[in-house]
């Protein structure tokens, strides 16, 4: 394979990367965020104690949290099917990749939002507070740094299942890899294409954590 059409393929696959994986970070994020904050404010020393939906909430996000993607991607194929019109492509992974990703996304915000000072919140409860307000202007505020940490790290964690794709007919940088680079031994494309991948999460990462440190108001203190 030539230099040019090697660049020129990388260049698409990276998009198509990206195509997966951001969409399916937001909506992840989108599910996840509002599950995280009932995982905390339903404990039992929580705002709004709830402790059966604690329970039964916690149980579906650990059930959805231990099926390997690649299982889980098969498993959902009718849905895919149903939700996006076929149940292989490109796009189509943005189904499985979003189902298996926000519960990972609620245990990280649940886990973010707990390293809020206690403090902070009694102060808002004794001034008469309401939940909402409480999660509005303290819960989610004090975590924000946490939170975009987190985010980089669902971003990377997506990117890696990415490269399972391939086998659900998506494209991507794993699909060159596995197809072009392994499967047809031209190892020159397969590091290619991972060292790009891991690029990709070297650049997510490191802007995530800036802008953590950037929003993080303790710092500046």
Not at 132 to 158: D, H, W, Y
Request: with cysteine.
């Amino acid at each position: 394979m030539s230099w040019n059409t090697l660049m020129a393929m990388l260049a698409e696959e990276t998009c198509n990367t990206l195509f997966m994986t951001i969409p399916s970070t937001l909506i992840a994020y989108l599910l996840g965020l509002p599950l995280g904050v009932l995982l905390v404010i339903t404990r039992k020393d929580g705002i709004m104690p709830l402790p059966t939906l604690n329970r039964v909430l916690g149980i579906v996000v650990n059930l959805l949290r231990s099926v390997p993607f690649i299982i889980l991607m098969v498993m959902l194929f009718p849905v895919t099917r149903a939700i996006m019109g076929r149940g292989t492509g490109t796009a189509s992974v943005i189904v499985p990749l979003t189902i298996s990703a926000f519960p990972y996304v609620a245990r990280m915000v649940e886990s973010s939002l707990l390293e809020v000072d206690s403090g902070v919140v009694e102060a808002a409860q004794s001034m008469g507070s309401s939940t909402l307000q409480i999660v509005r202007k303290v819960l989610i505020p004090e975590a924000m740094p946490s939170l975009v940490n987190g985010f980089a790290i669902c971003i990377t964690t997506i990117l890696a299942y990415t490269a399972m794709a391939g086998t659900a007919g998506g494209d991507g940088l794993g699909k060159v890899a596995i197809t072009y680079g392994l499967n047809k031994r031209q190892y020159d494309v397969m590091y290619a294409a991972s060292i790009v991948l891991v690029l990709l999460v070297q650049l997510f990462q490191v802007g995530g954590t800036t802008l953590s440190h950037v929003i993080d108001h303790r710092r500046r203190k």
